[in-house]
């Protein structure tokens, strides 16, 4: 399992810094980045959040390491371990005074470096946690005090009071930390309780005790409100004076609820809503005259149960009741159902509220209820005309729009196509006018039933009006994908119909467009696909037509390359070309790469880069991958038999290829068949199949105890990690062309080119560099180390008479400078 441990290096000397990223990889860390200035380890600590920063001190630019460790750990809190061949007393000082985790001398060996940073892993681990646990506390406490509405309350031994949190309407002030007298805080009791809140206080300080009290506060002139505090008097070691600290909860809004119910009592029985109450055990304790005339039930029925049981409306979870009583307003309402005593399941309207006593504690819960069927019934009615066509029963245009807003919402968020096709019958005037209006009808319905049974679940077909129909084709993954299901409703549609004896042939004309290339709101698909159902009619009726003519034209040519390749598969219209790998040192021939051409009869010769694209979504990747090996094989056998010198024959090979469970038979029996010597066949496979063959690894295995040779194309385009290139059986690096096109002018691409030889050096890999096309870029290739190359510098791809010249002419690239 890989470590997830990310270390930041910073080092300027680059080979020690690649040496050291290798050495952290090998011991299971993964290299966040590599860094060689102060500067940039600030930058990246900012950008990455490293688990450590690994840190050289001497660096590039004005800030040294010392002092990029300083800002690291004050605006980071990233640790911090250094690594630097200086030892000197000033520069420990410096160091020390940034707190580090690790002070190491180079040179450092692995294990001591490996339980260094362990050691400061577990030290910053241990630290988070504390930081972590010291915020908990603080969290819970605000938690609870928040959570409960609890104010915190103070009186100190001087008199003064201190109030932290309290509802502003009790005390008249924001609810920010106060500080007051304690005659100003009595100021705002109610007269009447002044002197029981001044005489409880007083026996609180002289003896220490507990002191609870409910009183009134003065929130206005004309409004009054209710307080409770709960405290506690505790003295000072030194000192007779006591300071009483506690809580106070504003208590209003639960004296202003039992009123409530003591006014509502007076027309309990009047109420045309079903009235119940229940104690705190959820037993039903009165019911109304309206309870009983919405559920059947009466007294002696209800008395004593369970409403839940007796309803048998299990609408509320465990959780609900213990919620409502923590709810500040103590109430809920919403839709729900219950059972009529005759078994009928009603809709209701329910309002439940919890009935609290003076000392908050809840005693009862009232419901009250009304039974909304009949409007329930009305709504759906109403609904259901307002959003479907009444001759059909299918959406109309209106609920049509909705859905397609829908469509396209979720289309756009998941990146994917979404299609509309506009529906309009050949001819159907004349149908509705020789038959008349009611065949019509029954034509149409049979029409809607059709176009519905054709399509999936998540598709959508509308009736808009008259003769149209529009239908959405929900995420599709191709914009040509909408042209086989159109294809497939017109075949539907003209079947057919039985109508008043006559039997009547019906067509349509079919308009498709397809979001995102057609527009990017309603509006602008449905003028699309009106605008290509005319099209259609104007070609000739009982067809679709895409919007544009590009989308009908790639679609076309999708279909006419995938059938194209089958026929070319079975008619040799395929043919290979190869290029010519050369040995950097002498010029001498080392290989060729087999590159498949199609011949096509009238387009000429194309490229792969047009078909495989195609090949590999229709599937036709695989029968081509293995027409291209076989004959790649045999040929090359045959130049060997001509005369020609050993050399390696590369055959590129599609991750679908390689997912086959068979393919390494498919391998020998291609040198089977051939005769061609395993040892002189490499595979070469891209680099982003690597994850592919990273899960599959007894693939290649297999192959290479086929004794084929494995190559990884295109590398350093992809994401492949070292460890793929460690465990993994292979034996050749193709340096990509993206990184030799540019050098020796770009001095990036000439330190990607060095670090891919030096890499392929270390783990003792083949390297051969792809697009060679100068000889400037030759001589640095050479400079650098790399053994092999490819390009038009040497050849382009040649067909195979022109290969086996080159046996007996003279090389195109014998005139380059060579030795």
């Known amino acids: 399992m890989v470590n997830q441990t990310s270390i930041l290096i910073v080092e300027d000397e680059r080979v020690i810094a690649l040496h050291l990223k290798q050495q952290l990889e090998a011991m299971g860390y993964r290299a966040a980045a590599v860094v060689a200035s102060g500067e940039r380890a600030v930058e990246k600590a900012s950008e990455l959040c490293p688990d450590l ?3 050289d001190i001497h660096l590039e630019g ?87 509405e609890l104010g915190v309350w103070e009186l100190d031994a001087t008199g003064n ?19 007051e007298s304690w005659d100003a805080f009595l100021a705002r009791v109610h007269p009447d309780d002044r002197a029981g809140i001044q005489e409880a206080m007083e026996q609180a300080a002289a003896f220490g005790q507990s002191l609870n009290l409910v009183f009134r506060t003065l929130r206005s002139e004309e409004k009054i409100g209710w307080m409770e505090v709960h405290a506690k008097a505790s003295k000072a070691a ?62 002696e029925d209800a008395l004593g149960q369970n409403p839940h049981v007796l309803l048998d409306a299990r609408r509320h979870n465990d959780q609900f009741y213990r919620k409502l009583e923590t709810n500040p307003g103590g109430q809920w309402q919403g839709e729900t159902y219950c059972r009529h005593k005759n078994g009928a399941i009603l809709p209701i309207w329910e309002n439940v509220s919890v009935v609290r006593d003076e000392g908050r504690a809840v005693t009862h819960y009232v419901t009250a209820f009304s039974d909304i069927s009949a409007i329930r019934r009305a709504e759906a009615q109403l609904s259901y005309l307002a959003h479907h066509d009444f001759l059909t029963g299918l959406p109309n245009r209106l609920l049509f729009n909705d859905r397609l807003d829908h469509s396209l919402a979720r289309a756009q968020r998941e990146d994917k196509c979404c299609a509309i096709l506009f529906f309009d019958l050949d ?81 349509a ?38 919007y544009t003519e590009e989308l009908a034209r ?53 490229t792969p880069g047009r078909f495989i694209p195609i090949a590999e979504e229709s599937g036709v990747i695989e029968p081509l991958g293995r027409w291209v090996l076989f004959t790649a094989c045999a040929k090359a056998r045959e130049l060997l038999r001509a005369g020609e010198p050993p050399f390696r024959l590369s055959v590129n090979v599609s991750a679908r290829q390689l997912a086959s469970d068979h393919f390494e038979d498919t391998v020998r029996e291609a040198l089977a068949e051939s005769g061609l010597s395993a040892s002189q066949l490499e595979i070469e496979i891209t680099e982003s199949t690597l994850q592919i063959i990273e899960h599959s690894r007894y693939r290649l295995e297999a192959l290479k105890a086929l004794g084929v040779s494995i190559a990884i194309d295109d590398f350093g385009t992809g994401y492949s990690s070292l460890s793929v290139l460690k465990h993994l059986p292979i034996d050749r690096i193709k340096i990509a062309q993206s990184f030799v096109r540019d050098i020796p ?38 400079r650098l180390g790399c053994k092999e190359g490819q390009g038009y510098l040497f050849s382009r791809p040649l067909p195979l008479p022109e290969l086996q010249s080159l046996s007996s002419g003279e090389r195109p690239w014998a005139h380059l400078p060579w030795g």
């Open 53 to 55: 920063v690994l840190m």
């Open 62 to 148: 004005a800030l040294d390491g010392i002092e990029a460790a300083s800002q690291i750990r004050a605006n980071y809190r990233i640790p911090v371990v250094f690594l630097t061949a200086y030892g000197e007393d000033e520069t420990l000082q410096r160091a020390k005074a940034t707190l580090p985790f690790g002070y190491l001398i180079k040179p450092v060996e692995a294990r001591e470096l490996h339980a260094t940073l362990q050691m400061a892993l577990s030290r910053r681990a241990a630290e988070v946690k504390m930081e972590a646990e010291v915020e908990r506390d603080k969290e819970r406490l605000q938690l609870t005090l928040d959570g409960s």
């Open 161 to 179: 009071l201190t109030t932290r949190g309290c509802n502003q309407g009790i005390l008249g002030v924001a609810p920010e930390p106060i500080g």
């Open 238 to 299: 030194l000192s007779d004076q006591a300071r009483v600290v506690g809580i106070m909860k504003d208590i209003t809004e639960r004296r202003e609820t039992e009123e409530r119910l003591r006014q509502a009592a007076g027309v309990f029985e009047t109420m045309a809503e079903g009235i119940f109450l229940m104690d705190h055990e959820h037993r039903i304790v009165s019911i109304n005259r309206a309870f009983t005339k919405i559920t059947g039930y009466g007294s």
């Open 427 to 507: 001819g159907f005037k004349v149908i509705n006018d020789t038959l008349g209006h009611s065949s019509g009808d029954s034509l149409l319905q049979t029409i809607a039933a059709r176009l519905r049974g054709g399509l999936r679940s998540n598709d959508t077909v509308a009736r808009p009006g008259g003769d149209e129909f529009l239908v959405i084709l929900d995420h599709i993954a191709y914009p040509q994908d909408a042209a086989p299901i159109a294809s497939k409703l017109l075949e539907a549609l003209a079947v057919p119909v039985e109508i008043g004896g006559e039997r009547i042939a019906v067509s």
């Open 509 to 546: 004309s079919v308009g498709l467009s397809v979001y995102p290339d057609d527009g990017h709101d309603r509006e602008a698909l449905l003028k699309a696909a009106d605008t290509a159902l005319y099209s259609a009619k104007s070609q000739g009726r009982s067809r679709y037509c895409f």
């Open 554 to 606: 790639r679609a076309a040519e999708r279909l006419t390359i995938e059938q194209g390749l089958r026929r070319a598969l079975e008619s040799e219209g395929l043919v290979l070309h190869y290029q010519p790998q050369v040995a950097l040192r002498d010029g001498a021939l080392t290989g060729v790469e087999a590159l498949v051409r199609w011949r096509h009869p009238q387009q000429g010769m194309i």
């Open 745 to 782: 002018g770009d001095a990036d691409d000439v330190a990607i080119v060095e670090a891919i030889i030096s890499l392929s050096r270390t783990l003792r890999l083949c390297v051969i560099a792809e697009g060679v096309e100068t000889e400037a870029q030759l001589a640095i290739l050479r």
